[in-house]
Protein backbone atom coordinates (compact mmCIF):
# COMPACT_ATOMS: atom_id res chain seq x y z
CA UNK A 1 0.00 0.00 0.00
CA UNK A 2 1.57 2.94 -1.07
CA UNK A 3 0.43 7.04 0.13
CA UNK A 4 -0.52 8.08 -3.64
CA UNK A 5 -2.85 4.98 -4.09
CA UNK A 6 -6.86 6.14 -4.35
CA UNK A 7 -7.29 2.84 -1.70
CA UNK A 8 -4.97 4.68 0.99
CA UNK A 9 -6.20 8.36 0.84
CA UNK A 10 -10.30 7.20 0.49
CA UNK A 11 -10.72 4.01 2.07
CA UNK A 12 -7.15 3.15 5.15
CA UNK A 13 -6.69 7.04 5.99
CA UNK A 14 -10.56 8.04 5.88
CA UNK A 15 -11.33 4.38 8.18
CA UNK A 16 -8.23 4.86 10.50
CA UNK A 17 -8.72 8.97 11.21
CA UNK A 18 -12.35 8.05 11.63
CA UNK A 19 -11.95 5.56 14.53
CA UNK A 20 -8.77 7.67 15.76
CA UNK A 21 -11.47 10.66 16.13
CA UNK A 22 -13.95 8.32 18.13
CA UNK A 23 -11.38 6.88 20.63
CA UNK A 24 -12.01 8.62 23.76
CA UNK A 25 -8.15 8.43 25.27
CA UNK A 26 -4.86 8.55 23.89
CA UNK A 27 -4.20 5.34 24.91
CA UNK A 28 -7.35 4.38 22.90
CA UNK A 29 -5.94 6.31 20.07
CA UNK A 30 -2.70 5.21 20.56
CA UNK A 31 -3.93 1.34 20.34
CA UNK A 32 -5.75 2.34 16.37
CA UNK A 33 -2.74 3.70 15.32
CA UNK A 34 -0.67 0.76 16.23
CA UNK A 35 -3.23 -1.68 14.80
CA UNK A 36 -3.80 0.53 11.88
CA UNK A 37 0.67 0.72 10.97
CA UNK A 38 0.54 -2.90 11.62
CA UNK A 39 -2.06 -3.74 8.78
CA UNK A 40 -0.48 -1.23 6.76
CA UNK A 41 2.83 -2.58 6.96
CA UNK A 42 1.53 -6.25 6.47
CA UNK A 43 -0.05 -4.78 3.51
CA UNK A 44 3.47 -5.61 1.36
CA UNK A 45 3.57 -9.21 2.58
CA UNK A 46 2.24 -10.27 6.73
CA UNK A 47 5.15 -12.24 7.79
CA UNK A 48 7.54 -8.78 7.27
CA UNK A 49 5.40 -7.60 10.40
CA UNK A 50 7.19 -9.97 12.86
CA UNK A 51 10.59 -8.71 11.32
CA UNK A 52 9.64 -5.41 12.44
CA UNK A 53 8.43 -6.45 16.00
CA UNK A 54 11.64 -8.64 16.64
CA UNK A 55 13.85 -5.65 16.05
CA UNK A 56 11.34 -3.53 17.76
CA UNK A 57 11.87 -6.63 21.04
CA UNK A 58 15.66 -6.57 20.45
CA UNK A 59 15.89 -2.86 21.16
CA UNK A 60 13.23 -2.76 23.73
CA UNK A 61 15.19 -5.27 26.03
CA UNK A 62 18.31 -3.33 25.07
CA UNK A 63 18.15 -0.09 25.97
CA UNK A 64 17.06 -1.49 29.17
CA UNK A 65 19.45 -3.42 30.18
CA UNK A 66 21.90 -0.28 29.24
CA UNK A 67 19.66 2.11 31.57
CA UNK A 68 20.38 -0.42 34.15
CA UNK A 69 24.04 0.38 34.39
CA UNK A 70 23.14 3.46 34.90
CA UNK A 71 23.30 4.66 38.87
CA UNK A 72 20.15 6.85 40.39
CA UNK A 73 20.00 9.59 38.60
CA UNK A 74 22.07 8.98 35.78
CA UNK A 75 25.94 9.55 36.07
CA UNK A 76 27.57 9.77 32.40
CA UNK A 77 30.99 8.15 34.20
CA UNK A 78 28.77 5.92 35.68
CA UNK A 79 28.87 1.57 34.37
CA UNK A 80 30.45 2.43 30.83
CA UNK A 81 31.64 -1.16 30.66
CA UNK A 82 28.21 -3.06 30.96
CA UNK A 83 26.17 -0.18 29.18
CA UNK A 84 28.66 -0.77 25.82
CA UNK A 85 28.61 -3.90 25.96
CA UNK A 86 24.38 -4.01 25.72
CA UNK A 87 24.97 -1.17 23.40
CA UNK A 88 27.43 -3.59 20.98
CA UNK A 89 25.03 -6.14 21.60
CA UNK A 90 21.58 -4.96 20.13
CA UNK A 91 22.73 -2.30 17.37
CA UNK A 92 25.21 -5.27 15.87
CA UNK A 93 21.88 -7.55 16.19
CA UNK A 94 19.83 -4.90 14.68
CA UNK A 95 22.35 -4.23 12.24
CA UNK A 96 22.84 -8.15 11.82
CA UNK A 97 19.08 -8.12 10.73
CA UNK A 98 19.79 -5.32 8.31
CA UNK A 99 22.66 -7.16 6.57
CA UNK A 100 20.93 -10.56 6.08
CA UNK A 101 18.36 -9.00 4.27
CA UNK A 102 19.48 -6.21 2.54
CA UNK A 103 23.63 -6.88 1.80
CA UNK A 104 23.53 -10.81 1.80
CA UNK A 105 23.14 -11.08 -2.26
CA UNK A 106 25.94 -8.31 -2.59
CA UNK A 107 28.17 -9.89 -0.50
CA UNK A 108 27.97 -13.30 -2.06
CA UNK A 109 27.87 -12.04 -6.07
CA UNK A 110 30.81 -9.71 -5.15
CA UNK A 111 32.62 -13.10 -3.31
CA UNK A 112 31.65 -14.92 -6.12
CA UNK A 113 32.87 -12.79 -8.94
CA UNK A 114 36.50 -12.40 -7.24
CA UNK A 115 36.42 -16.08 -6.93
CA UNK A 116 35.03 -17.04 -10.38
CA UNK A 117 32.83 -19.28 -7.99
CA UNK A 118 28.76 -19.90 -8.91
CA UNK A 119 26.45 -18.21 -6.00
CA UNK A 120 23.52 -21.00 -5.17
CA UNK A 121 22.43 -18.69 -2.44
CA UNK A 122 19.03 -17.65 -2.91
CA UNK A 123 17.88 -14.12 -3.03
CA UNK A 124 16.38 -12.60 0.05
CA UNK A 125 13.53 -10.80 -0.73
CA UNK A 126 14.19 -7.34 0.79
CA UNK A 127 11.45 -5.79 3.44
CA UNK A 128 10.08 -2.60 3.13
CA UNK A 129 11.41 0.11 5.03
CA UNK A 130 13.96 -2.07 6.76
CA UNK A 131 16.62 0.85 6.37
CA UNK A 132 14.29 3.12 8.23
CA UNK A 133 12.67 1.50 11.24
CA UNK A 134 16.27 -0.11 11.82
CA UNK A 135 17.89 3.49 12.25
CA UNK A 136 15.12 5.08 13.86
CA UNK A 137 15.36 1.73 16.58
CA UNK A 138 19.06 2.88 16.50
CA UNK A 139 19.02 6.38 17.22
CA UNK A 140 16.44 5.72 20.27
CA UNK A 141 19.03 3.15 22.04
CA UNK A 142 21.90 5.42 21.29
CA UNK A 143 20.10 8.09 23.05
CA UNK A 144 19.43 6.04 26.25
CA UNK A 145 22.74 4.84 26.19
CA UNK A 146 23.96 8.83 26.21
CA UNK A 147 21.50 9.56 28.41
CA UNK A 148 19.18 11.53 26.50
CA UNK A 149 15.77 9.32 27.52
CA UNK A 150 14.97 6.80 29.79
CA UNK A 151 13.57 3.47 28.12
CA UNK A 152 10.05 3.60 27.11
CA UNK A 153 8.44 1.22 29.76
CA UNK A 154 5.73 0.20 27.23
CA UNK A 155 6.59 -2.12 24.32
CA UNK A 156 3.48 -1.50 22.43
CA UNK A 157 4.55 2.32 22.45
CA UNK A 158 8.18 1.28 20.86
CA UNK A 159 6.44 -0.77 19.02
CA UNK A 160 3.96 2.33 17.08
CA UNK A 161 7.11 5.13 17.60
CA UNK A 162 8.59 1.98 14.84
CA UNK A 163 5.80 0.82 12.89
CA UNK A 164 3.72 4.83 12.80
CA UNK A 165 2.39 3.94 9.24
CA UNK A 166 3.30 8.05 8.54
CA UNK A 167 6.73 6.86 8.12
CA UNK A 168 7.60 3.76 8.79
CA UNK A 169 8.01 3.20 5.07
CA UNK A 170 10.15 5.76 3.79
CA UNK A 171 11.09 8.21 6.24
CA UNK A 172 12.09 10.53 7.67
CA UNK A 173 14.19 9.04 10.31
CA UNK A 174 12.07 10.22 13.35
CA UNK A 175 14.20 10.15 16.59
CA UNK A 176 12.21 8.74 19.64
CA UNK A 177 13.08 12.06 21.78
CA UNK A 178 11.36 14.27 19.50
CA UNK A 179 7.79 12.40 19.60
CA UNK A 180 8.68 11.08 22.87
CA UNK A 181 6.13 13.57 24.70
CA UNK A 182 3.56 13.27 21.79
CA UNK A 183 3.38 9.62 22.28
CA UNK A 184 1.92 9.91 25.56
CA UNK A 185 0.27 13.66 25.29
CA UNK A 186 -0.91 15.56 22.55
CA UNK A 187 -3.60 17.73 21.42
CA UNK A 188 -5.34 18.43 17.91
CA UNK A 189 -6.85 21.42 16.53
CA UNK A 190 -8.80 22.22 13.47
CA UNK A 191 -5.95 24.29 12.73
CA UNK A 192 -3.38 22.30 12.85
CA UNK A 193 -5.49 19.63 11.23
CA UNK A 194 -6.15 21.72 8.15
CA UNK A 195 -2.66 22.81 7.93
CA UNK A 196 -1.63 18.83 7.86
CA UNK A 197 -4.19 18.47 4.89
CA UNK A 198 -2.59 21.22 3.14
CA UNK A 199 0.64 19.72 3.61
CA UNK A 200 -0.31 16.34 2.72
CA UNK A 201 -2.36 17.40 -0.72
CA UNK A 202 0.70 19.49 -1.17
CA UNK A 203 3.10 16.07 -1.44
CA UNK A 204 -0.17 14.23 -3.21
CA UNK A 205 0.46 16.82 -5.89
CA UNK A 206 3.98 16.79 -5.93
CA UNK A 207 4.12 12.66 -6.45
CA UNK A 208 0.86 12.30 -8.17
CA UNK A 209 1.62 14.83 -10.88
CA UNK A 210 4.84 15.68 -10.86
CA UNK A 211 7.07 12.88 -9.77
CA UNK A 212 4.99 10.85 -11.79
CA UNK A 213 5.57 12.09 -14.61
CA UNK A 214 9.25 12.65 -14.44
CA UNK A 215 9.59 9.92 -13.98
CA UNK A 216 7.53 8.50 -17.24
CA UNK A 217 10.41 10.97 -18.94
CA UNK A 218 13.26 9.24 -17.36
CA UNK A 219 12.41 5.51 -17.70
CA UNK A 220 11.37 6.26 -21.75
CA UNK A 221 14.47 8.04 -22.42
CA UNK A 222 17.28 6.23 -20.36
CA UNK A 223 15.66 2.65 -21.63
CA UNK A 224 18.04 0.05 -20.60
CA UNK A 225 17.73 -1.50 -23.84
CA UNK A 226 18.17 0.77 -26.25
CA UNK A 227 21.12 2.07 -24.30
CA UNK A 228 22.57 -1.54 -23.88
CA UNK A 229 22.48 -1.18 -27.47
CA UNK A 230 24.14 2.06 -27.84
CA UNK A 231 20.72 3.57 -29.64
CA UNK A 232 20.72 6.58 -27.11
CA UNK A 233 21.05 10.18 -28.19
CA UNK A 234 23.03 12.44 -25.89
CA UNK A 235 20.20 14.74 -25.69
CA UNK A 236 18.57 11.67 -24.41
CA UNK A 237 21.00 11.41 -21.77
CA UNK A 238 21.18 14.40 -20.59
CA UNK A 239 17.21 15.06 -20.50
CA UNK A 240 16.43 11.51 -18.89
CA UNK A 241 19.17 12.20 -16.12
CA UNK A 242 17.76 15.94 -15.65
CA UNK A 243 14.14 13.88 -15.13
CA UNK A 244 15.37 11.64 -12.89
CA UNK A 245 16.91 14.70 -10.77
CA UNK A 246 13.56 16.21 -11.05
CA UNK A 247 12.00 13.14 -10.30
CA UNK A 248 13.76 11.65 -7.10
CA UNK A 249 13.51 15.09 -5.51
CA UNK A 250 9.72 15.68 -6.41
CA UNK A 251 9.12 11.95 -5.15
CA UNK A 252 10.81 11.52 -2.03
CA UNK A 253 10.34 14.99 -0.63
CA UNK A 254 6.29 14.20 -1.37
CA UNK A 255 6.51 11.25 0.84
CA UNK A 256 7.80 12.95 3.69
CA UNK A 257 5.46 16.41 2.81
CA UNK A 258 2.63 13.46 3.46
CA UNK A 259 4.39 11.90 6.45
CA UNK A 260 4.58 15.24 8.31
CA UNK A 261 0.99 16.34 6.99
CA UNK A 262 -0.39 12.89 8.85
CA UNK A 263 1.30 13.48 11.77
CA UNK A 264 0.57 16.96 11.96
CA UNK A 265 -3.59 15.83 11.57
CA UNK A 266 -2.99 14.25 14.93
CA UNK A 267 -0.69 16.05 16.86
CA UNK A 268 2.16 14.85 15.91
CA UNK A 269 4.99 17.41 14.69
CA UNK A 270 8.04 15.51 12.60
CA UNK A 271 11.21 17.62 11.51
CA UNK A 272 11.63 18.95 8.20
CA UNK A 273 13.43 16.62 5.76
CA UNK A 274 14.29 18.86 2.89
CA UNK A 275 15.24 22.45 2.21
CA UNK A 276 14.98 23.01 -1.38
CA UNK A 277 17.93 21.57 -1.99
CA UNK A 278 18.64 22.37 -5.70
CA UNK A 279 18.81 26.03 -4.51
CA UNK A 280 22.26 25.09 -2.59
CA UNK A 281 25.43 27.35 -3.59
CA UNK A 282 27.60 24.31 -2.43
CA UNK A 283 27.79 20.42 -2.29
CA UNK A 284 27.85 20.89 1.38
CA UNK A 285 24.83 23.41 1.60
CA UNK A 286 23.32 20.63 -0.71
CA UNK A 287 23.51 17.99 2.07
CA UNK A 288 22.60 20.17 4.96
CA UNK A 289 19.25 20.45 2.59
CA UNK A 290 18.56 17.00 1.38
CA UNK A 291 17.53 14.40 3.25
CA UNK A 292 17.94 16.25 6.71
CA UNK A 293 17.08 12.79 8.89
CA UNK A 294 19.51 10.62 7.38
CA UNK A 295 22.15 13.27 7.44
CA UNK A 296 21.60 13.97 11.13
CA UNK A 297 22.06 10.19 11.84
CA UNK A 298 25.52 9.88 10.34
CA UNK A 299 26.63 13.29 11.68
CA UNK A 300 25.20 12.62 15.30
CA UNK A 301 25.87 8.81 15.59
CA UNK A 302 28.66 7.64 13.63
CA UNK A 303 30.88 11.14 12.22
CA UNK A 304 30.93 12.61 16.08
CA UNK A 305 31.76 9.50 17.97
CA UNK A 306 34.42 9.30 15.09
CA UNK A 307 36.29 12.25 16.02
CA UNK A 308 34.67 14.48 13.53
CA UNK A 309 36.36 17.38 12.19
CA UNK A 310 38.34 17.98 16.04
CA UNK A 311 40.99 15.86 14.72
CA UNK A 312 43.80 15.77 12.27
CA UNK A 313 43.58 16.72 8.74
CA UNK A 314 43.92 13.30 7.64
CA UNK A 315 41.57 11.71 10.43
CA UNK A 316 39.14 14.31 9.40
CA UNK A 317 39.16 13.15 5.87
CA UNK A 318 39.16 9.39 6.68
CA UNK A 319 35.91 10.45 8.72
CA UNK A 320 34.17 11.72 6.03
CA UNK A 321 35.16 8.59 3.58
CA UNK A 322 34.13 6.03 6.27
CA UNK A 323 30.61 8.44 6.74
CA UNK A 324 29.56 9.11 2.91
CA UNK A 325 30.60 4.81 2.22
CA UNK A 326 28.30 4.15 4.45
CA UNK A 327 25.91 6.40 3.49
CA UNK A 328 26.03 5.48 -0.29
CA UNK A 329 26.02 1.74 0.90
CA UNK A 330 22.74 2.48 3.17
CA UNK A 331 20.73 3.47 -0.03
CA UNK A 332 21.34 0.16 -2.19
CA UNK A 333 23.14 -3.00 -1.91
CA UNK A 334 25.44 -1.70 -5.38
CA UNK A 335 28.37 -0.50 -5.80
CA UNK A 336 27.15 2.71 -7.98
CA UNK A 337 25.76 3.39 -4.21
CA UNK A 338 29.27 3.11 -2.80
CA UNK A 339 30.41 5.06 -5.88
CA UNK A 340 27.84 8.02 -5.44
CA UNK A 341 29.04 8.12 -1.83
CA UNK A 342 32.51 8.58 -2.39
CA UNK A 343 32.04 10.83 -5.09
CA UNK A 344 30.58 13.64 -2.99
CA UNK A 345 33.15 13.13 -0.57
CA UNK A 346 35.34 14.15 -2.93
CA UNK A 347 33.46 17.56 -3.55
CA UNK A 348 33.06 18.02 0.42
CA UNK A 349 36.65 17.35 0.55
CA UNK A 350 37.70 19.86 -1.99
CA UNK A 351 35.01 22.49 -0.50
CA UNK A 352 36.79 22.46 2.96
CA UNK A 353 40.35 22.29 2.42
CA UNK A 354 40.78 23.75 -1.25
CA UNK A 355 38.04 26.41 -2.77
CA UNK A 356 37.76 27.73 0.90
CA UNK A 357 34.68 29.44 -0.36
CA UNK A 358 33.65 33.00 2.34
CA UNK A 359 30.56 32.41 3.36
CA UNK A 360 28.41 34.88 1.86
CA UNK A 361 29.58 36.09 -1.72
CA UNK A 362 28.61 38.46 -3.91
CA UNK A 363 25.38 37.87 -6.20
CA UNK A 364 27.87 36.75 -9.67
CA UNK A 365 29.98 34.18 -7.63
CA UNK A 366 26.47 33.01 -5.80
CA UNK A 367 25.31 31.93 -8.80
CA UNK A 368 28.32 30.61 -10.20
CA UNK A 369 28.72 28.42 -7.45
CA UNK A 370 24.81 27.19 -7.37
CA UNK A 371 25.40 26.11 -11.11
CA UNK A 372 28.58 24.34 -10.09
CA UNK A 373 26.49 22.98 -7.00
CA UNK A 374 23.53 21.45 -9.92
CA UNK A 375 26.42 20.37 -12.41
CA UNK A 376 27.92 17.94 -9.50
CA UNK A 377 24.54 16.81 -8.18
CA UNK A 378 23.34 16.15 -11.38
CA UNK A 379 26.03 13.83 -12.25
CA UNK A 380 25.75 11.96 -8.46
CA UNK A 381 22.39 11.51 -10.03
CA UNK A 382 24.11 9.87 -12.83
CA UNK A 383 26.03 7.73 -10.84
CA UNK A 384 22.58 6.92 -8.50
CA UNK A 385 20.50 5.78 -11.46
CA UNK A 386 22.63 3.11 -12.90
CA UNK A 387 23.29 0.19 -10.89
CA UNK A 388 24.75 -1.54 -13.79
CA UNK A 389 28.02 -0.32 -14.29
CA UNK A 390 28.08 -1.76 -18.62
CA UNK A 391 24.56 0.47 -18.28
CA UNK A 392 26.37 3.64 -17.04
CA UNK A 393 29.26 3.03 -19.32
CA UNK A 394 27.40 3.08 -22.24
CA UNK A 395 25.09 6.04 -21.02
CA UNK A 396 28.27 7.69 -20.38
CA UNK A 397 29.54 7.26 -23.86
CA UNK A 398 25.66 8.22 -25.25
CA UNK A 399 26.14 11.59 -23.41
CA UNK A 400 29.49 12.34 -24.76
CA UNK A 401 28.19 11.78 -28.45
CA UNK A 402 29.75 8.07 -28.84
CA UNK A 403 27.08 6.38 -29.48
CA UNK A 404 23.84 7.49 -31.36
CA UNK A 405 24.73 11.35 -31.79
CA UNK A 406 23.33 14.41 -29.80
CA UNK A 407 19.67 14.03 -30.94
CA UNK A 408 19.83 10.60 -33.34
CA UNK A 409 16.87 9.50 -31.26
CA UNK A 410 14.27 12.34 -31.53
CA UNK A 411 14.70 13.06 -27.96
CA UNK A 412 13.50 16.37 -28.37
CA UNK A 413 9.88 14.91 -29.32
CA UNK A 414 9.73 13.90 -25.63
CA UNK A 415 10.76 17.25 -24.19
CA UNK A 416 8.06 18.90 -26.83
CA UNK A 417 5.52 16.44 -25.05
CA UNK A 418 6.32 17.07 -21.58
CA UNK A 419 7.89 20.82 -21.45
CA UNK A 420 5.38 22.07 -19.56
CA UNK A 421 4.94 19.66 -17.34
CA UNK A 422 8.63 19.78 -16.77
CA UNK A 423 8.74 23.28 -16.23
CA UNK A 424 6.21 23.11 -13.48
CA UNK A 425 8.45 20.65 -12.01
CA UNK A 426 11.56 22.72 -12.06
CA UNK A 427 9.10 25.51 -10.32
CA UNK A 428 8.21 22.88 -7.64
CA UNK A 429 11.87 22.28 -6.66
CA UNK A 430 12.67 26.46 -6.07
CA UNK A 431 11.80 27.81 -3.02
CA UNK A 432 9.04 30.34 -4.68
CA UNK A 433 5.93 29.17 -2.59
CA UNK A 434 7.77 29.98 0.56
CA UNK A 435 8.76 33.51 -0.59
CA UNK A 436 5.51 34.35 -2.02
CA UNK A 437 3.84 33.04 1.23
CA UNK A 438 5.97 34.81 3.57
CA UNK A 439 5.19 37.96 1.99
CA UNK A 440 1.64 37.76 1.60
CA UNK A 441 1.82 36.95 5.23
CA UNK A 442 3.52 40.04 5.51
CA UNK A 443 1.19 42.63 3.47
CA UNK A 444 -1.98 40.24 5.50
CA UNK A 445 -0.71 42.08 8.37
CA UNK A 446 -1.37 45.96 7.02
CA UNK A 447 -4.36 47.52 7.63
CA UNK A 448 -6.24 49.41 4.77
CA UNK A 449 -7.48 48.07 1.42
CA UNK A 450 -4.46 46.06 0.66
CA UNK A 451 -4.04 44.11 3.93
CA UNK A 452 -7.78 42.90 3.61
CA UNK A 453 -7.33 41.87 -0.35
CA UNK A 454 -3.93 40.24 1.15
CA UNK A 455 -5.84 38.49 3.95
CA UNK A 456 -8.69 37.19 1.36
CA UNK A 457 -6.36 35.64 -0.72
CA UNK A 458 -4.64 34.06 2.10
CA UNK A 459 -7.89 32.42 3.27
CA UNK A 460 -9.06 31.68 0.07
CA UNK A 461 -5.57 29.81 -0.76
CA UNK A 462 -5.99 27.98 2.60
CA UNK A 463 -9.52 26.49 2.01
CA UNK A 464 -9.08 25.78 -1.57
CA UNK A 465 -5.60 24.55 -2.26
CA UNK A 466 -6.26 20.99 -0.22
CA UNK A 467 -9.59 20.45 -1.91
CA UNK A 468 -7.74 21.51 -5.30
CA UNK A 469 -4.82 19.56 -4.91
CA UNK A 470 -6.98 16.46 -3.79
CA UNK A 471 -9.32 16.79 -6.96
CA UNK A 472 -6.25 16.95 -9.20
CA UNK A 473 -3.96 14.50 -7.86
CA UNK A 474 -7.07 11.91 -7.86
CA UNK A 475 -7.55 12.66 -11.64
CA UNK A 476 -3.84 11.83 -12.24
CA UNK A 477 -4.45 8.58 -10.51
CA UNK A 478 -7.17 7.36 -11.96
CA UNK A 479 -6.04 4.16 -13.88
CA UNK A 480 -2.59 4.27 -12.39
CA UNK A 481 -2.58 0.93 -10.60
CA UNK A 482 0.82 0.95 -8.70
CA UNK A 483 3.49 4.01 -8.41
CA UNK A 484 5.94 3.40 -5.76
CA UNK A 485 7.68 5.88 -3.78
CA UNK A 486 11.74 5.76 -5.10
CA UNK A 487 12.86 4.99 -1.76
CA UNK A 488 10.57 2.10 -0.99
CA UNK A 489 13.95 0.01 -2.64
CA UNK A 490 15.74 1.42 0.18
Known amino acids: MVFSSLFFIFAFLVLCYGVYLFAPTVKAKNTVLLVFSLIFYAWGGPPLVLLLCLETLI ?3 GAHLIWSCHPAPFHPEGGWGGKKAFLAVTVGMCLGLLVIYKYTGFFTDTFCALFGLENLIPKVALPIGISFYTFQLISYVADVYRGETPPQRSYAKLLLYAALFHQCIAGPIVRYVDVQREIDRRTMSLDEAWSGMLRFTVGLGKKAVLANTCATVADSLLNPEKLGGGQVSSLAVLLGVTAYMLQIYLDFSAYSDMA ?13 NFNYPYAADSVTDFWRRWHISLSSFFRDYVYIPLGGNRCSK ?12 LTGFWHGASWNFILWGVYFVVFLILEKYVFRWKKHGNAFTSHLRRIYTLIVVWFGWFLFRFDDMSLMGQALRSLFGANNGFNGDNAHYTLKSYLFILMVAVLACAPIVPVLSKKLTAAAEREGVAGGLARAVTNTVAVAAPIALLIL ?15 FRF
Open 473 to 487: SALALVGDSYNPFLY
Open 260 to 272: IGMGRMIGFHFKE
Open 314 to 325: GRHILNLLIVWA
Open 59 to 61: CFV
